[in-house]
């Protein structure tokens, strides 16, 4: 069982930036591939991130690429979000999950594909 838990949300300015953080514990996420979703109010919950367990590879929604990051350190058992140049569309509560894979170079993109997921943490643009 891996208990994941976000931290790092608030409020921010259109153009600023935040760093989300998503801590593991339970068990090490090495063997997990990481991805990061949002869902804003009446939408449903979509991908934002994905990275493969070795840290290797990464993917990213067309709404944020080239804007946000996606790393980990499985050291610290926590993996990362940084999020700039943000947008009040980018408001949501963000949610960490982690998929136990024997593959450490697949990354996954969907909500289905996961086992864990975290509680959530609110994220909120202004104009």
């Known amino acids: 069982q891996v208990q994941l838990v976000e931290s790092g949300g608030g409020l921010v300015q259109a153009g600023g930036s935040l760093r989300l953080s998503c801590a593991a514990s339970?068990?090490?996420?090495?063997?997990?591939?990481m991805g990061w979703f949002r869902q804003a109010p009446g939408k449903e919950r979509e991908f934002v991130a994905a990275?493969?367990?070795?840290?290797?590879?990464?993917y990213f929604a067309d709404s944020v690429k080239g804007r946000f990051t996606i790393s980990r350190d499985n050291a610290k058992e926590t993996a990362y979000l940084q999020m700039n140049n943000l947008k009040p569309e980018d408001t949501a509560v963000y949610y960490c999950?982690?998929?136990?894979?024997?593959?450490?170079?697949?990354?996954?993109?969907?909500?289905?594909?996961?086992?864990?997921w975290g509680q959530g943490t609110q994220v909120t643009v202004s104009s």
């Open positions: 999950a982690a998929k136990n894979t024997y593959f450490s170079d697949l990354y996954y993109l969907k909500t289905r594909d996961y086992d864990y």
């Open positions: 339970g068990r090490t996420i090495n063997g997990y591939g």
């Open positions: 990275i493969t367990w070795g840290g290797s590879r990464t």
